[in-house]
């Protein structure tokens, strides 16, 4: 730490000095027990000097650090010469002179490391000069990688061939390199697992790195080769019947070499991540060879040779009771495949299995516009079976290990998520139930409701419902759920709902002892719990009958209970779910059904949902975004089931809600949800009940929000402005108002927003003094005395056009209605305007409109007068070109 400070204080040949003795440090052999302080501090000098010291530290270092990899017998020495070459390549590989010199000698040196392990690596008796161990090849593989990255296009070219070259003569894995090697048992060049894996795990770094940068050629012969040590047939799994030992399928290892299988394996999970990259950064070079890519990763997704999940007849429906019935004896299944986990530590198949997952996620994201392929496309795995992407994902939702089983349910719902998206976009279609005939020549039908919800719904509740652990299963599990929720159909029926809505209700119940869990819940899980729960509710996918009735009998409660909760983020969420309750239970009720009953359930919802909000709303220490969720939820209660309340308790939202109002962190949201509940209140959302009354607060909230128009924040002037004209709008023809001094003064915070340097607030501004004359015409003469002038001023503006023009269209035609001016004075004030000099065309334009908008508005006898004089100037003008006379 002391030596970054120092680095960017010093003069630049201090600089140079210090570089030149840590660096004979790191090459000096006797210093072997200090070797990684002084790595330390080179690392550090390249990544803290200035810029302009780049090139001469990169000068000095870059020679003498070649010089030490190609001579040094030290590994040590090597392995920490080649970190420090890497941050090298990093900061000034492609900025430093000194550097991008010596590139093809970086090439050639990294090449020589690799190409021995190649050659002579697995050869006995080959002497120490001749090999390179392990970690070599693999610190020499980042070299190479980001060398890569500031590569000319030759080098580039050249290495990624060199690197072909060296992967071609590796014999690859399985039952087909069994066959190779004893065809080529006494080639002395063919490179062993180990090598093969360190040459795949350096060609897949480079493919992350720059394989936008690589040609078709290159990528067609990259993907056979990685797709050799991929094959299909060899991805053996528990359930086969007719595998002798994982030794025949690993391709002649021997039985108890453990450590030849973890390379292989190793080696798999390096192909599929360069599947991976190659698929997300070159999506259309990989296009053709999608198909043999997905079969592979398919394949081994279920690779799992020490493990049997018993599968028989995995494709076939069980009867809903017994899914049912068994939830325990799958809970206790999934407890004692997490005890096997614990005792088979060694086996790391499932890197396979998680990096064959990630390549099918890249497929997804690769054909996010169209993913019909991976709905409707059937392809061949090994052993003749078959499978489509989706269900093939779906039915590895039964997966014993917690890292593929998340990357599973996550690349299912990546699959999902797109779909939905595509089917808005036309370029999918889900099946309807009320349509049983699908025309299926408008495209590809996915019929997702028959084929896929049901088995997505039980397997998710099987994942929630198990006693321990597995939390990030569930969170996942939690999260295609929700994504489910936004699909055509959502989760299913009333039963369905009623099930989530149970395994809900115990993750929100946290430490009490239920059936399903034997174990607190932890915050992040409820938070991801109440998420599921604010987008079903959200979502236009589910009957709200059904919705109603499954909260009300059963997860209502959790929902209140959930705002007494400790993180902000939970419970900003449990706010959001309350916000979406209040009209279900205003549309969802049938005519058959009893008024009584429909009246006390209402009552008590509403007593519910006030008793969980009330508590937030007045609180002053707690976190913003409680208290931006708090007014939205009572902005939903009020609009909905003000009716179901007690006059008093609505008397104290509305008071708190103004005190929102007048507090500078809450008032822009407090804006927002006043103009909701004056919107709602004034359409009269529940017809059956009046309007609510907002007289004991409406003369203080719109003085108030009047006279945020004096201030400067644009953003508050635009909400509210918005929100004055609603409240107007629907609340401004009170009795009280119908001197119009209240709204004489907001005329007059109106008049300055009236200017053509905004044309939006012109616009919001005229409308809401439109808004105003309408319902209190005695504001008339403040309008008049301050909007009309700047009005006519717009009027001529050169910039006056769209919603700013049809606003002040409107604003006159209502002057002229309201009697505010007088139809003749108005009319002589505008042809006025007309006289100015310098009058462009648009303003002759726009002023022509004005005068047919307020002479339309006046009566007939004013109609014809106008008109009149209009035909009396045309028949006397002599010459097109007597401008002033036509205007």
């Not at 007719?242 to 030794?247: F, G, L, P, R, T």
């Not at 099930?499 to 209700?505: I, L, M, P």
């Not at 005068?851 to 009566?859: Q, V």
Request: hydrophobic share 40%; charged share 25%.
């Amino acid at each position: 730490k002391t030596l970054g400070v120092l680095l960017t204080t010093v003069h630049q040949e201090q600089v140079l000095e210090i570089a030149d003795s840590l660096t004979d440090q790191v090459l000096d052999a006797s210093k072997s027990e200090l070797r990684d302080v002084y790595t330390i501090g080179l690392r550090t000098l390249v990544k803290t000097i200035p810029s302009t010291a780049g090139n001469e530290v990169a000068h000095r270092l870059v020679g003498r650090l070649l010089d030490g990899i190609r001579s040094s017998e030290d590994e040590e020495i090597v392995l920490c010469c080649l970190d420090v070459l890497t941050d090298l390549l990093g900061r000034f590989g492609g900025t430093s002179v000194a550097v991008t010199r010596q590139h093809e000698a970086i090439l050639q040196m990294c090449l020589t490391q690799l190409s021995r392990s190649s050659t002579a690596g697995g050869v006995a008796g080959s002497s120490g000069a001749d090999t390179t161990s392990p970690v070599v090849r693999k610190r020499t593989g980042n070299t190479l990688a980001g060398l890569s990255v500031v590569l000319s296009d030759p080098l580039l070219m050249r290495m990624v061939q060199s690197l072909l070259n060296l992967i071609e003569r590796s014999v690859g894995l399985g039952k087909g390199a069994r066959q190779r090697l004893r065809e080529n048992s006494g080639d002395d060049q063919k490179t062993t697992v180990d090598d093969t894996r360190a040459l795949i795990r350096t060609m897949c770094s480079v493919a992350g790195a720059v394989g936008h940068r690589l040609g078709q050629e290159q990528i067609d012969q990259i993907i056979p080769i990685f797709l050799r040590f991929t094959d299909p047939e060899d991805a053996v799994t528990g359930d086969d019947e007719d595998i002798d030992d994982e030794d025949e399928a690993m391709g002649g290892m021997g039985e108890d070499d453990e450590a030849a299988i973890a390379l292989a394996n190793e080696l798999r999970e390096s192909c599929f991540m360069g599947f991976e990259s190659f698929i997300m950064r070159c999506p259309n070079e990989v296009e053709h060879h999608l198909e043999k890519i997905v079969q592979a990763a398919l394949a081994y997704m279920s690779y799992d040779p020490n493990y049997s999940y018993g599968d028989d007849g995995e494709n076939e429906e069980e009867e809903q009771a017994e899914e049912e019935d068994e939830y325990e004896d799958e809970d206790d299944e999934y407890e004692e495949e997490d005890d096997d986990d614990d005792d088979d530590d060694d086996d790391e198949s499932w890197k396979v299995r998680r990096g064959a997952v990630r390549a099918l996620k890249a497929v997804v994201e690769a054909r996010k516009h169209d993913p019909s392929l991976l709905w409707t496309t059937e392809f061949s795995i090994r052993r003749q079976k078959s499978s489509v992407v989706a269900m093939a994902l779906v039915n590895r939702f039964k997966e014993r290990e917690e890292n593929c089983r998340v990357g599973v349910l996550d690349c299912f719902d990546s699959l999902l998520s797109v779909s939905v998206t595509a089917a808005k976009a036309g370029a999918i279609t889900f099946a309807s139930e009320d349509d049983m005939k699908t025309d299926s020549s408008s495209g590809t039908v996915v019929d997702l409701r028959n084929k896929y919800s049901g088995k997505l719904v039980k397997a998710c509740e099987k994942i929630m419902s198990t006693k321990k652990g597995n939390e990030r299963s569930k969170s996942s599990a939690l999260s295609l759920l929700a994504t489910l929720c936004k699909a055509p159909g959502g989760l299913g029926g009333r039963d369905d709902i009623t099930s989530v809505f149970k395994h809900v209700e115990t993750f929100l119940s946290g430490g009490t002892d239920t059936a399903l869990h034997r174990e607190g819940t932890s915050k992040a899980l409820r938070l991801d719990a109440l998420s599921l729960v604010y987008t079903m509710l959200s979502s236009n996918n589910h009957s709200p009958v059904d919705v109603r009735v499954c909260l009300h009998r059963s997860l209502l409660p959790q929902l209140c209970d959930g705002v007494d909760e400790q993180w902000y983020k939970v419970i900003a969420e449990a706010l959001r779910a309350l916000a979406s309750v209040p009209p279900f239970f205003v549309i969802s009720y049938s005519d058959d059904e009893d008024e009584g009953k429909r009246t006390k359930e209402r009552e008590e919802v509403a007593l519910m949902l006030y008793n969980a909000i009330e508590p937030k709303l007045s609180a002053h220490d707690v976190d913003q975004e409680i208290k931006e969720c708090a007014l939205n939820a009572t902005a939903s209660l009020l609009s909905n089931l003000h009716s179901s309340l007690p006059a008093d308790k609505t008397s104290r939202l509305l008071t708190l809600l103004i005190g929102r109002l007048k507090n500078e962190t809450t008032r822009i949201a407090a804006i927002k949800n006043l103009s909701i509940i004056a919107a709602a209140s004034g359409s009269n959302a529940m017809e059956d009940s009046p309007s609510i009354d907002l007289s004991p607060i409406l003369a203080e909230s719109i003085s108030t929000m009047s006279s945020f128009l004096r201030l400067q924040s644009r953003s508050l002037k635009q909400t509210t402005l918005e929100a004055l004209d609603i409240v107007i709008t629907n609340h401004g023809s009170k009795d009280d108002f119908k001197d119009g001094e209240l709204f004489s003064s907001v005329v007059k915070d109106i008049t300055p927003l009236v200017v053509d340097s905004d044309l939006h607030l012109s616009h919001l501004g005229l409308q809401c003094t439109d808004s105003i004359l309408e319902v209190c015409p005695a504001a008339g003469a403040a309008v008049k005395d301050n909007v009309l002038e700047p009005a006519l001023a717009l009027s001529t503006s050169s910039l006056l056009q769209d919603l700013a023009l049809d606003s002040l269209l409107a604003f006159l035609k209502q002057v002229v209605v309201a009697n505010a001016v007088d139809f003749d004075e108005l009319l002589a004030l505008l042809r006025q305007r007309l006289g100015q000099d310098k009058l462009g065309r648009h303003a002759v334009y726009n002023l022509a409109k004005c005068i047919a908008i307020i002479t339309g508005s006046s009566g007939q006898d004013n109609t014809k007068k106008v008109l009149n004089e209009i035909f009396e100037v045309l028949e006397s003008s002599t010459s097109p070109e007597d401008g002033d006379a036509l205007r």
